[in-house]
DNA sequence: AGCACTTCTTGCCAAATGACAAGTGGATTA
DNA sequence: TAATCCACTTGTCATTTGGCAAGAAGTGCT
């Protein structure tokens, strides 16, 4: 059997138990390997693959109306990796995905996933979970930006998601928290002077 | 026939032309009013009824921690309304919806919904679209968020949904811009002063 | 009509953040 | 090894935004 899959396989088993259906899930994802500092997607392109990321670190970005890069998400070991609306509706990515790290997944296309989604409901429930989650994140995220202060946003992102500061460089994190590298290190000072 | 049903029908008949599913699907929608300033859902209760709103106006809005009102998205015609993370993970919503003017619509529950979503494969695509569409929206909001002034945002929304200026009073819109009343008011008198 | 309440504006001042430029140290590369 | 680039910090100053309080105008309720 398959078990170089088992990572596949072990991303399912909670919301598909029954070991059948693994395989033929499990069947059709491949493996991918992606280099430090190269893309998944890019902007423009309509994005093909859906990414499980089994090691390594990514993040997308896309640019604002001055060229400026900023960074939209971060994803760690274990996540799901595309962009949502792009995979989805087949149109154009209005953001590019890069990996930060050496990283390997395993990723299955559009149709595959689809052909999946209507032959195994427990499979696409898992899906729609993928989907809810992901959009349930970014509204905390935007509830957030709204309402707590730059300084608040970064120390919560700390203590939330500590790998991200050991894998991405602090301009990424500065943009990914709406401000600049500048107030970021201001920040960092300000934080580091008070824990004397 | 249901022809009062006309607006459900009409909402999925592109995504699913067949008469006799349209007929099905409409059969499970309920209608529904809401009064002015009335709820359909109440942060801490699970999202229940997933909305079609066919006449009137919504906001839903959550509370930070200092307890101010946050408004986080607004409802027209013709869209649909519920809590994305409440309604589909079964979890005590973070936020209510409430009437900003008298409203009608038609509602289907959870299970009803589900059991629709598992028997008309077009139906669920378009369950997905819904979503998806929602997260696009959702992320150009945030990266509006970061990469623009607040009186950028002002004016692309007022440029993009003149309806909300109609029906929502400007502190509610403030929120949603991530700025305060005040504010906001001051972004106004400044464009005001330029179109002179 | 009268009263309370809400909405919106405005002024004043403080705090947060951005823009720009310079400088340091580390990593990479020719 | 030298040159270059990148990440991060820091300083200065301008701009944006918030907090707070007051007031005008409109709304709704009794």
Chains 1, 2 share one sequence.
Not at 30 to 36: A, F, G, M, P, V
Not at 48 to 60: D, H, I, K, T, V
Not at 170 to 182: E, P, V
Request: charged letters at 25%; aromatic letters at 10%; a neutral charge.
């Amino acid at each position: 059997m398959e078990n170089e899959k088992a990572f596949v396989r072990h991303f399912f088993q909670v919301g598909v138990p029954q070991s059948e259906k693994l395989d033929i899930i499990a069947q059709h994802f491949h493996e991918k390997l992606i280099d430090k500092h190269d893309h998944l997607l890019n902007e423009g392109k309509i994005s093909q693959e859906y990414l499980l990321l089994e090691s390594g670190f990514m993040r997308a970005y896309s640019l604002d109306t001055e060229g400026n890069e900023v960074t939209t998400a971060f994803y760690g070991a274990g996540q799901p990796v595309f962009d949502v609306a792009s995979f989805f509706m087949r149109t154009p990515a209005k953001e590019s995905i890069q990996a930060l790290a050496p990283c390997s997944g395993w990723v299955i296309s559009f149709e595959e996933l689809n052909k999946l989604f209507h032959s195994i409901p427990e499979f696409r429930e898992v899906g729609r979970g993928i989907l809810v989650k992901g959009y349930a994140s970014l509204k905390l995220r935007m509830q957030s930006m709204i309402t707590e202060t730059a300084e608040t946003r970064y120390a919560m992102l700390l203590q939330t998601n500590p790998e991200i500061f050991r894998q991405a460089p602090l301009k990424h994190i500065a943009s990914y928290l709406g401000i600049t590298d500048s107030s970021l290190s201001r920040i960092r000072r300000e934080i580091s002077r008070q824990h004397k």
